[in-house]
């Protein structure tokens, strides 16, 4: 392990023009990143050229290059690289988002080993994102999974706990992957964060937002009856798939059933409900791959 080293991994696909903001802002922080690991999933739009340049320019840089395994394939890659390289901390950033002047130095002084901290996020319009769940429903299944979610009241704390926080910013210790392993690798998009975290949290460590580091949205939140279909197939089936593997006997069991039902009754065709019996079925018997057994041997080959 390289002492107090900070990692900081970028998951990208097509959106080179964002990307250049995102890299910018890590590379011109007050407190100085170590390495910038970046995993490409197959970008068509000049990404990867850029990305070859820049890693050729700049020593910080490290380029992987996959094919479009979605977000949390991209996470599964970036995590598992930066925990091989020996990194001790990890900051997780996605690539519309731009984290300002002093963000890693303000979550770099209130480093703890047994804290997850995730910066406060900001809208386009430059209010605060208030998105954050602090709060998960897992014993319910006749209520939200999203149980309780920040609100202004809790702007005047300098640390928010929260169960769910996002990739979006998030800055942990390497001992994290060490005891749960990776994000959910076939998640693809949405999700991996929740499952992520409330791992993270049963295995003791601490969520929350430290409010004194900031960043950026660089795009609007989609809402959910704007969703395609298949963003919406991942949208429903991993949830499905959390309250599968983290739910108590009766959320395991009925609030699938639930969410399903709804997700049927706001379909607009034949073909929505289609996606949504086939991600109904895919979530209920989803099998966790999270990687353990990866880190595992990597900490087992370092000894």
């Not at 950026?216 to 499905?240: G, S, V």
């Not at 706001?266 to 109904?280: E, Q």
Request: aromatic share 14%; glycine share 6%; hydrophobic share 40%.
């Amino acid at each position: 392990m390289i002492s107090d080293s900070v990692a900081t991994v970028v998951i990208t696909y097509n959106r080179l023009e964002l990307l250049k903001k995102v890299i910018a802002g890590l590379l011109n922080q007050t407190k100085e990143v170590d390495k910038i690991i970046v995993i490409n999933n197959g970008s068509t739009d000049g990404t990867l050229d850029y990305l070859q340049k820049l890693e050729k320019d700049n020593s910080k840089i490290k380029v992987i290059t996959q094919g479009n395994l979605g977000g949390s394939g991209g996470q599964f890659t970036g995590f598992k690289v930066a925990f091989e390289m020996g990194y001790e901390w990890i900051w997780q950033m996605d690539d519309d988002v731009v984290v300002r002047l002093n963000c890693l130095e303000e979550l770099f002084k209130a480093r703890k080993k047994e804290m997850i901290y995730s910066p406060l996020r900001y809208s386009v319009d430059g209010t605060v994102f208030y998105n954050e769940t602090i709060k998960f429903n897992l014993t319910n299944p006749f209520k939200s999974f999203w149980l309780q979610i920040i609100s202004q009241e809790d702007l005047d704390k300098d640390f928010i706990p929260a169960e769910g926080l996002t990739f979006e910013g998030a800055f942990f210790h390497r001992s994290v992957i060490e005891k749960i392993g990776l994000p959910q690798k076939n998640f693809f998009i949405f999700a991996d964060d929740s499952d992520f975290f409330i791992r993270a949290k049963r295995a003791g460590f601490t969520p929350g937002i430290l409010t004194s580091a900031k960043l950026d949205r660089l795009l609007l939140a989609e809402p959910f009856k704007l969703m395609h279909t298949p963003r919406r197939y991942y949208f429903i089936r991993n949830q499905i798939a959390v309250d599968r593997m983290h739910g108590n006997f009766v959320v395991k069991n009925l609030r699938p059933l639930i969410y399903s039902v709804k997700w049927i009754f706001r379909s607009n065709s034949f073909s929505d409900i289609k996606y949504t019996i086939k991600a109904f079925v895919d979530g209920w018997f989803y099998k966790s791959y999270d990687g353990i057994e990866i880190i595992n041997e990597i900490i087992k080959n370092g000894q």
